[in-house]
């Protein structure tokens, strides 16, 4: 994965199939402790004690498919890479929270990369899902489709002009707190 | 700065412009967004494909997503379902193919042969 947004992107995915209403995403950056902290959580089916201790192995997947998953693995390996760690906890029937810390000023830190585009996608492909966004820096930034869908009525969060909106809404909010994509 | 209050002006001009019309059953397109697709590039291609669509106000034609379709080092995927006819499926699509296969394909019903998966197969062995 190339950047911070993709990952968020794939690990969103993980929610989505994990049948949940309600995804919370939180980014934070924190100076003082050199630290980026994001944190994906659900409502979902959740994991069960078993599945959450095999779910870093890039041969654990829930797809039958094929037996690798890779998700996981790579995100683990972008906050190890910087000295950071990745968390997760979950139970059935609850849903799951992954937290990912990594080292800020480190080297090895992917960038941001387009945050306002992973949101959006996620927002207009998943209309029935909602997605709560915090980004905070010095300031903060949110966004909630629980808050769009009630200002918008019987207008489909699909509608092309509603679209454009949600784009430049969080491209402006995300700018505003973190300064651009290039961090 | 934009605000709340921009989204409640275009939901009103909005409303008045809804049809009540029932839903056709209208061409699909599905992009592979798993970790492969997204890895290879599908979200500039899905919102590329979004763009395209609603800017043309193809409003039969939803574009969706889809798991991984299995051949992980042929994305970013795209699948065109047309009702009564087979399935197209693009592969290693980038955001600048997204114009022709809307025009040629979606629109005109054209399938872009060069983009497809069986081309692909027959021209790169």
């Not at chain 1, 830190?109 to 996620?122: F, Q, S, V, Y």
């Not at chain 1, 207008?155 to 961090?183: A, C, H, S, W």
């Not at chain 2, 193809?58 to 065109?80: F, H, N, Y």
């Amino acid at each position: 994965m190339r950047d911070i947004s993709l990952h968020i992107l794939d690990i969103s995915e993980n929610s989505i199939r994990a049948g949940s209403s309600l995804v919370r995403i939180d980014m934070n950056i924190d100076k003082a402790k050199d630290e980026l902290a994001i944190v994906i959580e659900d409502n979902g089916s959740g994991m069960s004690k078993e599945m959450l201790e095999r779910v870093k192995s890039p041969f654990t997947t829930s797809r039958t498919t094929r037996k690798v998953g890779l998700g996981i693995p790579l995100f683990v390996a972008s906050c190890e890479n910087t000295g950071g760690r990745l968390n997760i906890d979950s139970e059935p029937g609850k849903g799951t929270k992954l937290t990912a810390r990594l080292k800020f000023a480190h080297i090895d830190r992917p960038p941001l990369g387009d945050i306002a585009e992973t949101i959006a996608t996620l927002t207009i492909l998943n209309p029935a899902i909602d997605f709560a966004f915090t980004a905070r820096y010095d300031e903060a930034f949110e966004y909630d489709t629980r808050q769009l869908k009630a200002t918008l009525g019987d207008v489909p969060i699909t509608n092309p002009d509603v679209m454009v909106f949600i784009r430049e809404y969080l491209q402006e909010g995300i700018k505003q707190v973190f300064g651009g994509n290039e961090i | 700065m934009k605000s709340l209050q921009e989204l409640e002006a275009i939901r009103n001009k909005t409303l008045s412009q809804i049809d009540i019309r029932k839903k056709s059953e209208g061409t699909r397109i599905v992009v592979g967004m798993a970790t492969c697709g997204i890895a290879a590039g599908a979200r500039p291609v899905l919102t590329a494909l979004v763009e395209e669509v609603a800017k043309r106000n193809l409003s039969d034609v939803t574009v969706s997503q889809t798991g991984c379709i299995g051949a992980c080092r042929l994305e970013p995927m795209v699948e065109v379902y047309t009702p009564g006819k087979d399935k197209v499926t693009y592969v290693k699509v980038s955001p600048d193919m997204v114009g022709r296969i809307v025009a040629e394909h979606i629109v005109n019903g054209n399938p872009v042969t060069e983009y497809t998966i069986g081309y692909h197969e027959e021209n790169t062995k």
